[in-house]
Every structure is written in structure tokens, then in C-alpha cells.
């Protein structure tokens, strides 16, 4: 045992090993903490990667299901324009809709069969369909047998896509559940699903499934009532889908992470009851012996796929067993560290994460001043080396100048041939311009076809005329893309350092507007700043101003057109219209500062407060008993560049106001509808979910192509004016507006016509099918109080108008 001599004299070597151990037990705690710190951060990804591919599923399999609706919702509009189809017309018709989709689901005509004309019925049928043709019935062991007894109707498979004759005159309305969807589609005059049902097939392999139903009624009867509707009642085109399949099918098609288990119930199924579809994130097709009550407790409920009149809950599970064996695995090698290592493999984890995090910062860094396609600095990275430059000649360095340039008509090479083309060709473009340029000028691509260059150095206007003039002519020679010879011209606004510019985006404002100067001479040319153009600069930015100060000086206010029923003159909606009264200038129209709002950003809270008074209003009138069917708010562009503020601002003012989404109608014009689809996809679905409407405006006037109505679809059409002008005066014209009305017939759709103004007008637009009409023959857009009369006395009364007063209806 050692003396008290021995321990004085070790005590100095032994107390070195205090502050070795204070430092491995801090680092033990720190590794500790670390440690929760870092999973609770890996869990709130996780969780925040799931909810947005759950939501993701589900915009997929409604927007899939809707598509394979719409194939039912088209053979209906062929029996809407002639009732009487025959076989090989119904067959040449659905095969071309269905395209490789008859194994997930079928089309039938069910015609309805009086009891007085079963006989000639079946002898019709038997001549024009099957030889044996005969109206049969379910018998209680699942096989098809002759119908007996006496029914007031019947509702026989009369046609039916796919191989499978057996199913022809089999009586739909002997079943119970689907002649509940029957009766249901008939009274509704609106599509019906019967869901839950078996699938019998003559192999003995029946399927789970479900029917969807539509109504046709005989052309030229009223239906306004139930009765009206069950006396013009024709037949049903229906629908019939194996769930699992057709579900399957709308999945695989989907480029969406399969880390996630999904489930389908109907909506409101007791705790035990099992999921009509299930889907493992590996690619099982079934995940049996679960209850939903067991499911709901590792699953979220994401939202409601809707067919018709039926609905489904989806649960989303995320795939659990990967993480679980790899935490467990952890955790054990964890327990095998001893203190010191601990410390070791903190300090090198943490080394390494911040390794990882700079290098992944340097990346973003670099990705957010660099244009993706082009690899060229994109509008932020130009603004900033624009501060640079600005920075430098005010303490003495030369000036400098800022060339803006823009392809002319680039559109046309994208609508003739594809977005693909016009990719390759502004890569072609960019090759051209840097051979142009010097190693020390900046250039940048700011979107779509537009590009900025900074040119350093430029003591003379002469300078940058020049490098503008050698632009142009190198842009204007034939580009040869993919055997195409592509010719293209360019636009150029040009503005030139001054010591009075307030700054970089003065700067480039005056180089944006040099180059409207450019465009407005012909294209093809550069123009530089000039004191005209400097003053509309002035006027942007006083009206730019005047227009905050409006929305906090209460300065605006929201008119409203009505939209009315044009064989009743009923209003059946109203637009919401801004305007505002300015103080010196009096009430102006949006024509005279949205587009400088757009232009300035001022759009944004511009947009909210219009949506606010429409929703605020609307809850007043709702209060009085006498709101509208629906309010329609135009929606800008410039307000999805704000996605999730948009979707975010649009729930919380419905919420606040008590309004239902669906009394809300958006209006988006065409190449803001496309632009969006593109970009902004999820808040377009996710506006849609939330319920409410979207309508398309001045339908005709942007994109030629049609895609984006299969893709995203819409709920109504508004025809646009300069078309509804001219209806009784130019036979193209008229040509246009009808085939736009049979477009949305064909597809389900509402539609309106804007900018009625006359009776030959109201008149050519009834006679062609369209219902529904606003402009200046009914009113002009009026105050919320004389809005309130109207509403108060239900309709419209016509004023006769002149043909040669035209103003928008939007106006």
C-alpha cells in the first residue's frame, strides 16, 4: 500500500489526466447530443419528403382517374349529338379513346327498354348485334340467366368494348348496387358510381371493381326537373374498371419515389374494414391482413380521390423496415465505441459533415447564380456584378454599358417546332454570342430568350453600337439544328452608364424599355435609352408608388359583371373587376396600372387584397340569401412565381370568410395556365383539391396547342372577345366560337362568352350551344351596392347597343 509520500509524488503526473478526461467526457456528451440533435433533423426531412410525395400520389391517381372518367364523359357526348349509334360506329369511336386501356376498363351502352318494346328490343339486337341476343339477369349463384317476370324497363348491355360477348344483354338494373348508380345518374343528370362490386367473368377469376355511370336524355327535352329528366331519360353510358388494374396502371405511369405503401377505403368505412387497393412501395400489388384501423395508426390520411358521386380515403404509409434495421445497426455499433473513440469518431463526423456542407453550399451557391440550360450567370448573379460595376464607377472607374437583347418571334419556334428545338437553339445562340463578346464581359441569360450583357470600359456610345450591330448580324445567319435550318433575328436595348441613375434596376429598366423601342421599330435593330423612354421610366415608378399608397389609402375598389343564363337572362355568377379611385385622376381601369404592377412585383398584394373583398363581399351576400352561383377573381402570372404564398393566401381567406371553395371560380389566360402547368404544377392541384374552380380566359388569344386541357383539366371556358366581336360579321370568326363550344361539350367543360354587346351576338351564341354570357348588353361592370340589386332580382334585363361600342368585358 503506498505511504502518503508516494501519493504526494504522483499526484502531479495523475492530475495531467483530469483535464484528458474532462475533454473525453464532454466529448462523450457532445456525441450524445449530436446525436438526437441529428436525428430529430433526419426525422423532420423524412417526414417533410414524405408529406410531399403522399401528396404527390395523391394529385397522380386523381388526376389519372379523372382522365379515365373523361373517356366515359366522351362516349356520352357522341350519343348527346346523335342518339342513334350503331355498333361499328360505337366500336370504331371507343377504340380509338381507350388506346390500350381495355384491359383496365371497359365502355357499355345500356339503352333503356320499356317493357312494351322488349320484343322488338331483342329482335332489333339480335339482327344488328348477336344472333342470340336476349335480355338476362344475375341468378343467385353468379350465372347469367334469361330475365323473367315483368319489369316496367330494363337496362340491357346492348355494346360493349372488348372480347367478352357474354356480357351482352345483361340487365344492369337487376343488380341492386348498380341500379342505385342507374337511378342515381338519371335523377342527377350527373355521372354515378357504384363502388365495391364484383367483376364476374365466364373464367371464374372475378375482380373487385366498380361502375361509373352518365346519363343521356333525349336531345331537345327539358330536364330541369327530376321528373322531366326520368321522362327524357334514353339510356346510360357507363364504365365499368377493375380497381386494382386501373389503379396500377395510372401508378406506372407516375415518376414519383417508391418508399411509400398506399391505401384506398371508401369514404367512411368502419374501422375493420379491409383496403379496395393496396400497393407496397417495392412493387407489391397487395398488402392483405391489415384493417383500416391498423393502418391508420403508421398510415396518414392524405386526402379524397373522387369519381362521380363516390369517394375513397387515402393512406399513405411511408416504408419503415430499411430505416428500422439500420438504426438498430447503429445503435450496436454505437455500444461497441469506447469513450475515447467516441470523441475520435464525433470530431471526424463532424469534420466530415462540414465537408459535405461547404461543398454542398459551394453547389447551390453556384446553382443560384447559373442558368441551368445554358450554363450561363442568371439574373441574380448579373444584378450583383451590375452592383459591382456601379460601385466601381462611382469612385472613378470608366463607364460601362448594359446591352438587353431579345430573339425575335422565338415563340413560333417553339410552337412549330417543339420546346426541344428552341432548348438547342438558345444553346446555339449563347455559342454565337460568346465568340462575340470579350473575356471580361458578362453576359447572362435572364429567362425564356432574353440575355443581358455588362460591357466594362465603355468611354464612347459608339463602342457598345458597335458590339450590338456585330450581335445582330452573327444572331441573323441560319442556325442548322437536327436537319433544320432555323433563322432567327434579334432585338437589342442598349443604356449607357450616367452618374444620376439611381441604380442597377434603374438601369435595367431603361435597357428593357430601349429595347420595346427596338421591337416597336421593326425589330431586328438596337436602339439606345432616350429621354422619352427615361420619362415613361419616371411614370412607371410614380404609378408603381401611387399604387401602394392606394391599397393603404383604401383608394380601390372591386366592380362586378354579372354572368347571366342567356335563354333566361338569370345571372348565374359575377367577376370581380378592380378599379381604382385615384385621387387627381379619378376611377381608372386595371388596363391602365396591372401591367405596371406585374412589372413592379406590386401584383402580389395587389392579387391578395382583390381575392380578400371578393371573399368579404361574398360573405355578405351569402349572409343576404342572394349570392351568386359563383365569383370569379383573375389570377396574374406574376402570382405563381409566389407559389405556396398563393395557395396559402387563397385557403386562409376562405377559411377566414366562411366561403366554400367551390363558389370560387380562378381565372388564368392560356399562357399563364401553361406557364403553370409547367412550373407550378403542385399549386395547380393543390388549388384544385382545395376545391376550387378554374377557368380559362380569353380562351383562343395564347398557346395553339391544346395539351395542356388532357394534362390540367380546367372547369370552364371563356371565350374571348375579339372572337365574340365579330361572330355576325365574319364567318372565321363565327367558325372559332363554334368549334370552341363543341370542344368543351366534348370535354365535359362549362363555357362562356365574354364581351356580348349586342342581340345578334346573344343570339349567334345560343343558336351554337353556348349557355352562359357577360359584356355590356346585360350591364357593364357596376359597385358591389348596385351588384346587390341585381342579385336581389335574380336576372338580367337586356339594353340594346349599338354594334360599334366596343369595350372588354373585363374591363
Not at 331519360?233 to 415518376?255: H, P, Q, R
Not at 475515447?340 to 447564380?369: C, D, G, P
Not at 356580348?756 to 354570357?773: D, I, N, P, Y
Amino acid at each position: 500500500m503506498p505511504d502518503l509520500a508516494e501519493l504526494k509524488s504522483d499526484w502531479p503526473r495523475r492530475r495531467h489526466y483530469l483535464p484528458m478526461l474532462a475533454v473525453a467526457g464532454l466529448g462523450i456528451l457532445i456525441s450524445v447530443a449530436a446525436w438526437f440533435a441529428v436525428s430529430a433533423w433526419e426525422q423532420r426531412l423524412s417526414h417533410e419528403s414524405f408529406s410531399n410525395v403522399a401528396g404527390d400520389y395523391a394529385a397522380v391517381l386523381q388526376n389519372g382517374l379523372d382522365q379515365h372518367l373523361g373517356k366515359i364523359r366522351a362516349v356520352a357526348a357522341l350519343y348527346e349529338s346523335s342518339s342513334d349509334v350503331r355498333k361499328d360506329e360505337f366500336d370504331l369511336f371507343t377504340s380509338r379513346i381507350l388506346r390500350g386501356d381495355a384491359t383496365k376498363m371497359w365502355l357499355i351502352w345500356l339503352p333503356r327498354v320499356k317493357q312494351a318494346d322488349r320484343d322488338a328490343f331483342i329482335a332489333a339486337a339480335r339482327k344488328s348485334v348477336l344472333p342470340d341476343y336476349t335480355i338476362r339477369a344475375w341468378a343467385p349463384n353468379g350465372e347469367p340467366m334469361p330475365a323473367e317476370g315483368v319489369r316496367s324497363e330494363y337496362f340491357p348491355i346492348l355494346y360493349s368494348t372488348g372480347d367478352a360477348k357474354w356480357v351482352l344483354g345483361m340487365d344492369l338494373f337487376s343488380e341492386p348496387g348498380r341500379r342505385r348508380a342507374i337511378e342515381t345518374a338519371r335523377d342527377t343528370d350527373s355521372m354515378a358510381v357504384a363502388q365495391g362490386l364484383t367483376l364476374r367473368t365466364t373464367e371464374g377469376t372475378d375482380d373487385m371493381g366498380f361502375f361509373a355511370a352518365v346519363p343521356i336524355y333525349r336531345e331537345g327535352m327539358p330536364r330541369s326537373t327530376v321528373q322531366e329528366r326520368r321522362d327524357s331519360f334514353l339510356g346510360i353510358v357507363g364504365g365499368v374498371f377493375k380497381t386494382e388494374t386501373v389503379m396500377n396502371k395510372i401508378l406506372s405511369n407516375a415518376l414519383l419515389p417508391q418508399n411509400v405503401d398506399l391505401y384506398l377505403f371508401p369514404k367512411n368505412a368502419g374501422p375493420d374494414a379491409a383496403p379496395v387497393f393496396a400497393r407496397g412501395g417495392d412493387g407489391r400489388q397487395a398488402l392483405t391482413g391489415r384493417s383500416k384501423a391498423t393502418i391508420a395508426k403508421t398510415a396518414h390520411r392524405i386526402g379524397v380521390v373522387r369519381a362521380g358521386n363516390a369517394r375513397w380515403d387515402l393512406y399513405v404509409a411511408p416504408e419503415t423496415s430499411r430505416l428500422s434495421s439500420f438504426y438498430r445497426a447503429w445503435l450496436v455499433a454505437l455500444a461497441l465505441f469506447t469513450a475515447f473513440a467516441a470523441v475520435l469518431a464525433y470530431m471526424w463526423a463532424s469534420i466530415r459533415h462540414a465537408l459535405r456542407l461547404e461543398t454542398a453550399n459551394s453547389k447551390i451557391m453556384e446553382l443560384a447564380q447559373t442558368d441551368l440550360l445554358t450554363n450561363l450567370a442568371n439574373r441574380r448573379a448579373f444584378l450583383k456584378g451590375l452592383g459591382t460595376a456601379f460601385s466601381a464607377s462611382w469612385r472613378g472607374a470608366p463607364p460601362f454599358a448594359v446591352l438587353y437583347l431579345d430573339i425575335d418571334d422565338f415563340k413560333d419556334v417553339n410552337d412549330t417546332l417543339g420546346h426541344a428545338m428552341g432548348d438547342l437553339l438558345l444553346q446555339q445562340v449563347v455559342e454565337r454570342l460568346r465568340q462575340a463578346l470579350k473575356p471580361d464581359d458578362l453576359i447572362a441569360r435572364f429567362g425564356g430568350d432574353e440575355f443581358a450583357i455588362l460591357m466594362p470600359d465603355v468611354s464612347d456610345a459608339t463602342t457598345a453600337g458597335a458590339l450590338a450591330d456585330r450581335l445582330g448580324k452573327i444572331l441573323s445567319v441560319p442556325f442548322h439544328i437536327n436537319d433544320h435550318e432555323v433563322r432567327v433575328t434579334s432585338s437589342i436595348g442598349i443604356s449607357i452608364y450616367a452618374p444620376e441613375i439611381a441604380g442597377p434596376e434603374a438601369m435595367m429598366m431603361q435597357a428593357d424599355l430601349a429595347l420595346y423601342g427596338a421591337k416597336g421599330d421593326g425589330r431586328n435593330c438596337y436602339r439606345f435609352h432616350s429621354k422619352d423612354l427615361d420619362q415613361q421610366v419616371h411614370e412607371r415608378v410614380r404609378i408603381a408608388d401611387e399604387l401602394r399608397g392606394a391599397l393603404e389609402n383604401n383608394e380601390l375598389e372591386l366592380y362586378y359583371q354579372p354572368q347571366v343564363e342567356l335563354a333566361t337572362g338569370r345571372i348565374v355568377g359575377l367577376e370581380g373587376l378592380i378599379r381604382w379611385n385615384h385621387q387627381k385622376r379619378g376611377l381608372l381601369a386595371p388596363g391602365y396600372f396591372i401591367p405596371i404592377a406585374e412589372r413592379t412585383g406590386a401584383i402580389i398584394p395587389l392579387g391578395h387584397w382583390v381575392f380578400e373583398e371578393a371573399c368579404r363581399q361574398l360573405k355578405l351576400w351569402h349572409a343576404e340569401g342572394i349570392a351568386p352561383q359563383v365569383l370569379a377573381v383573375n389570377v396574374s402570372g406574376v402570382q405563381f412565381k409566389g407559389a405556396t404564398e398563393l395557395e396559402r393566401e387563397v385557403e386562409a381567406s376562405l377559411t377566414r370568410w366562411g366561403i366554400e371553395p367551390s363558389d370560387i371560380e380562378l381565372e388564368l389566360t392560356e399562357s399563364v395556365l401553361m406557364e403553370a402547368s409547367q412550373k407550378h404544377s403542385g399549386t395547380l392541384d393543390r388549388l384544385r383539391q382545395l376545391g376550387t374552380r378554374i377557368a380559362i380566359d380569353d380562351f383562343g388569344t395564347g398557346y395553339s396547342s391544346l395539351k395542356y386541357l388532357t394534362v390540367y383539366p380546367v372547369n370552364r371556358l371563356k371565350l374571348a372577345q375579339e372572337f365574340v366581336y365579330r361572330v355576325t360579321v365574319d364567318y372565321r370568326n363565327a367558325a372559332v366560337v363554334r368549334a370552341a363550344i363543341r370542344l368543351a361539350r366534348e370535354l365535359g367543360l362549362d363555357v362562356i362568352a365574354e364581351g356580348v354587346e349586342t342581340e345578334a351576338q346573344m343570339r349567334f351564341l345560343l343558336a351554337s350551344g353556348c349557355e352562359h354570357a357577360q359584356g355590356y348588353y346585360f350591364s357593364r361592370p357596376v359597385p358591389a351596392k348596385r351588384a346587390t340589386e341585381l342579385l336581389r332580382i335574380g336576372r338580367v334585363e337586356p339594353v340594346a347597343r349599338s354594334a360599334s361600342l366596343r369595350s372588354s368585358s373585363a374591363a
